[in-house]
């Protein structure tokens, strides 16, 4: 289903911005890096997997975004998720 909310990408970024506090390309990283997580703890897959399926060209990207969002280095992000 598509939904049209008449908004352009720049509209859209700045009511998300007003509304929630974060930008929609901010939202979005929180959401995958969520997501990450999520997949991690099932232990089903690898790091590189769930970077493949998120949409990462590879897992240090992911690694880095969630430096970004967490402040955690890729190590102790990992770590953290594996134990």
Avoid: C, P, W
């Avoid at 769930?50 to 992000?77: C, H, P, V």
């Amino acid at each position: 289903m598509v939904y049209d909310l008449s908004l352009s990408t720049r509209n859209l970024s700045d009511v998300l911005k007003q509304e929630a506090g974060k930008t929609a390309m901010e939202l979005i990283h929180i959401f995958l890096i969520s997501e990450a997580k999520n997949h991690l703890r099932l232990k089903e897959k690898t790091v590189f997997e769930i970077a493949y399926e998120l949409g990462f060209e590879n897992s240090s990207y992911l690694q880095d975004y969630s430096k970004k969002l967490t402040g955690m280095k890729r190590t102790e992000f990992r770590n953290l998720l594996m134990n």
